[in-house]
């Protein structure tokens, strides 16, 4: 036997052990597009260093943040589709963000592979204590007495929070004012100063000024009261029918990640998910936990995408 072929089968041996290598044969990259302290951030930290530990192979937090999370995704995009570079996200930055952006290097739809929903939360609406009214029909009323007087803030142009108001706005009939603000900390800040009259907002961070009196909780969005203050009725319990609207975070692949990989990612996870301590961690982060199939959850993506671009077109909201 030649040289040549002797090389051309040893060649031929190495690549089908190399394709033969379980996953993860070496570390995974997960990119974040929002700062180290913000929540996708808080969550994925326990969960990286649970999953490491269960494939033996090292987790590598990569935030990457800017551009509401358009940076971050458009570097999974581009990733090869191996398993190996993750995106961690709040759906916001997939599902409102995109509509907003007229040069943007992804389709949500078409470039991504859910693979697991992470945690799932509702807002709160809350007032600052000046505003007189204590109710969703107390604040209604108010609104409609006062058409183009009441103001709410939001973390920016087209963010979950901001979308909420635009909901609120129509299917109450009422006129007000969106004050966008670059980030969580500036807008709480002038809320709790009374710059600002109303604001949605993620539970678990506002809880603390709630309980101190210094905010005043009217409704929370989801479907259900939130463990969290069970004596918050919902908007639906407080008089707007059908108002549901709420955050998650989630796990991403680029698209032509195996199915074997995600699915492999996803049980992992799952099992995490339905530990004690991660159970705790994410009640103290005002989350609940949804795990669920890639199915489920890429199911999920096509009805938030479909259904915040509907809202932002119906409001009037221009992309940049």
């Not at 002797?6 to 990119?31: D, E, N, T």
């Not at 033996?56 to 999974?76: C, F, H, K, S, Y």
């Not at 029909?137 to 973390?155: D, H, M, N």
């Not at 995600?262 to 982060?285: C, D, F, M, P, Y």
Request: charged share 15%; with cysteine.
């Amino acid at each position: 036997m030649s040289t040549v072929r002797v090389l051309h089968i040893l060649m031929f041996a190495f690549c089908g052990m190399a394709a033969a290598q379980p996953y993860p044969s070496k570390p995974i990259r997960v990119v974040m597009g929002f700062p180290p302290g913000t929540t996708v951030d808080v969550l994925m930290r326990p969960i990286a260093q649970r999953l490491g530990e269960a494939f033996g192979q090292q987790l590598v937090l990569d935030n990457r943040p800017g551009a509401t999370g358009i940076i971050a995704t458009e570097m999974v995009v581009r990733a090869p589709a191996d398993g190996y570079t993750l995106l961690a996200t709040p759906g916001s930055a997939l599902t409102s963000s995109p509509h907003l952006h007229t040069k943007i290097a992804f389709d949500t739809l078409r470039d991504l592979k859910p693979v697991i929903q992470l945690g799932a939360f509702a807002y709160v609406l809350i007032a600052h204590p000046g505003v007189p009214a204590k109710s969703v029909k107390e604040l209604v009323a108010l609104a409609r007495a006062k058409p183009g007087v009441l103001t709410y803030g939001s973390t920016g142009l087209g963010s979950g929070f901001h979308l909420a108001g635009e909901l609120f706005g129509s299917m109450a009939k009422i006129n007000l004012v969106h004050v966008p603000y670059k980030g969580g900390p500036a807008v709480i800040t002038d809320m709790l100063g009374g710059r600002i009259d109303l604001m949605f907002y993620s539970l678990a961070v506002v809880q603390p000024q709630i309980r101190a009196g210094r905010l005043r909780a009217i409704a929370v969005t989801g479907l259900a009261r939130d463990p969290l203050l069970p004596e918050v009725p919902t908007m639906a319990e407080a008089g707007l029918p059908k108002y549901e609207i709420g955050g998650w975070h989630g796990l991403f692949a680029p698209a032509n990640t195996p199915n074997a990989v995600v699915t492999q990612l996803n049980a992992a996870i799952a099992r995490i998910l339905g530990t004690v301590e991660i159970k705790e961690l994410w009640i103290s982060q005002g989350m609940g936990i949804v795990s669920g199939s890639p199915e489920a959850f890429a199911a999920l993506v096509k009805s938030d995408y479909e259904k915040y671009g509907a809202l932002i077109r119906s409001a009037g909201i221009k992309p940049e």
